[in-house]
């Protein structure tokens, strides 16, 4: 079920990315061959915009837009319909496009989450008007009962007792309160269910001197907060919307360069990093927490699917982009075979990149 859920995911956000290479072409008057959900083998053909055919391929894994004369040596750079013929502004709009419809159809997704909700840390007023509340894991200290225990942090809380008293609330300074009512003397069974929806008991039993601020009081060394669901209106949600999505945007960029500078100076840490294995789960996790985290995390690959492409690295748009602009400095269209061999080149190391983070998915699930 998370294969097809992911696959669902990409197919719309490639789809998305390409409806806005599609749009931009139109409007610069460029004929475009074929619009394609899938890549061919071609299925069948399900209708025609214009002189554009719809189509449905074998390989459900994304989509393409054909625009005529794309190619440099295509011969048809004086049919003022292809793509070639067309002045390089026009050319690097439709580039640009597909990476700016990825952005705008991020903040959709946003928008919709905090529309739909996604689980937040509440204030204590927001408590009673929330869904879905419950006390959540937000930090463990080092060498503590808990990190002992195996307490991870996006863990739920869902009871816990000591052999006299049951906890069973989502209040942080009542679970507080329980864990230092047994006096260091108990070990508590705590009721925990994790992140990817497993649920397991753990034991610990709470010492003095792990809160530098009240030495005495016993405790298990973790942050707790009361995690629930709170939807935002239409109104909020477009404003707060906007700005998640310039946030994320600012990040997803910091994270991007950071990753690959590392990786041009043989210091890239794939640990961080997930290839198409890791993100079936975390998509999979996702849906099965709620419309809204699915949404939030559709955003995020959107994002990062954008920003991925604006990399001026030939085989994608950005690589695309910088030909252009080289072209239209030096004033005449780089050499067909010098475009592809700088294309084949960038394409291996694309697929290189990509084999290695795939397996290092796959060594992290069965390592």
Same mark, same amino acid.
Not at 175 to 187: A, D, E, Q, R
């Given at each position: 079920?998370?294969?097809?859920? @992911?696959?669902?995911?990409?197919?719309?956000?490639?789809?998305?990315?390409?409806?806005?290479? @599609?749009?931009?072409?139109?409007?610069?008057? #460029?004929?475009?061959?074929?619009?394609?959900?899938?890549?061919?083998?071609?299925?069948?053909?399900?209708?025609?915009?214009?002189?554009?055919?719809?189509?449905?391929? +074998?390989?459900?894994?994304?989509?393409?837009?054909?625009?005529?004369?794309?190619?440099?040596?295509?011969?048809?750079?004086?049919?003022?319909?292809?793509?070639?013929?067309?002045?390089?502004?026009?050319?690097?709009?439709?580039?640009?496009?597909?990476?700016? #419809?990825?952005?705008?159809?991020?903040?959709?997704?946003?928008?919709?989450?905090?529309?739909?909700?996604?689980?937040?840390?509440?204030?204590? /007023?927001?408590?009673?008007?929330?869904?879905?509340?419950?006390?959540?894991?937000?930090?463990?200290?080092? /060498?503590?009962?808990?990190?002992?225990?195996?307490?991870?942090?996006?863990?739920?809380?869902?009871?816990?007792?000591?052999?006299?008293?049951?906890?069973?609330?989502?209040?942080?300074?009542? @679970?507080?309160?329980?864990?230092?009512?047994?006096?260091?003397?108990?070990?508590?069974?705590?009721?925990?269910?994790?992140?990817?929806?497993?649920?397991?008991?753990?034991?610990?039993?709470?010492?003095?001197?792990?809160?530098?601020?009240?030495?005495?009081?016993?405790?298990?060394?973790?942050?707790?907060?009361?995690?629930?669901?709170?939807?935002?209106?239409?109104?909020?949600?477009?404003?707060?919307?906007?700005?998640?999505? +310039?946030?994320?945007?600012?990040?997803?960029?910091?994270?991007? +360069?950071? $990753?690959?500078?590392?990786?041009?100076?043989?210091?890239?840490?794939?640990?961080?990093?997930?290839?198409?294995?890791?993100?079936?789960?975390?998509?999979?996790?996702?849906?099965?927490?709620?419309?809204?985290?699915?949404?939030?995390?559709?955003?995020?690959?959107?994002?990062?699917?954008?920003?991925?492409?604006?990399?001026?690295?030939?085989?994608?748009?950005?690589?695309?982009?910088? @030909?252009?602009?080289?072209?239209?400095?030096?004033?005449?269209?780089?050499?067909?075979?010098?475009?592809?061999?700088?294309?084949?080149?960038? $394409?291996?190391?694309?697929?290189?990149? #990509?084999?290695?983070?795939?397996?290092?998915?796959?060594?992290?699930?069965?390592?």
């Amino acid at each position: 079920m998370n294969i097809l859920i @992911f696959i669902v995911c990409i197919v719309v956000l490639i789809v998305v990315h390409e409806f806005g290479h @599609f749009v931009a072409a139109k409007l610069a008057r #460029m004929r475009v061959d074929e619009f394609g959900i899938g890549y061919p083998p071609r299925a069948a053909v399900i209708g025609k915009i214009g002189e554009t055919i719809l189509s449905l391929n +074998w390989l459900p894994f994304g989509g393409f837009v054909k625009i005529f004369g794309e190619e440099v040596d295509s011969g048809n750079i004086h049919d003022t319909s292809s793509f070639s013929s067309k002045n390089r502004f026009a050319q690097a709009l439709v580039l640009v496009a597909g990476i700016a #419809m990825n952005l705008i159809f991020a903040y959709v997704l946003i928008t919709g989450a905090l529309i739909a909700g996604t689980p937040r840390a509440l204030e204590p /007023d927001e408590i009673s008007s929330a869904r879905d509340v419950k006390l959540a894991v937000a930090g463990v200290l080092p /060498d503590s009962p808990a990190e002992k225990a195996g307490i991870l942090v996006g863990d739920a809380v869902l009871s816990a007792e000591d052999g006299h008293f049951v906890f069973n609330s989502a209040d942080p300074a009542k @679970f507080t309160k329980f864990v230092s009512n047994g006096k260091g003397n108990t070990t508590i069974s705590l009721s925990i269910k994790r992140a990817s929806g497993e649920e397991t008991t753990l034991f610990a039993r709470p010492v003095a001197g792990i809160v530098a601020s009240d030495p005495l009081r016993p405790a298990l060394g973790v942050e707790v907060a009361t995690i629930g669901v709170i939807p935002l209106s239409f109104g909020s949600a477009i404003v707060e919307g906007a700005t998640l999505t +310039w946030g994320s945007i600012k990040i997803t960029a910091v994270g991007l +360069w950071n $990753f690959f500078y590392d990786i041009f100076t043989l210091r890239a840490n794939f640990s961080q990093v997930s290839g198409p294995v890791g993100i079936v789960g975390v998509v999979g996790n996702a849906s099965a927490d709620g419309f809204g985290n699915l949404l939030s995390i559709m955003a995020i690959i959107s994002i990062n699917l954008a920003l991925i492409n604006l990399i001026p690295v030939p085989a994608l748009d950005g690589g695309r982009l910088l @030909f252009v602009i080289i072209e239209s400095v030096i004033r005449r269209p780089i050499k067909a075979s010098v475009a592809r061999a700088v294309n084949s080149v960038s $394409f291996a190391f694309l697929v290189l990149l #990509m084999v290695a983070i795939t397996a290092h998915d796959i060594f992290k699930i069965v390592g």
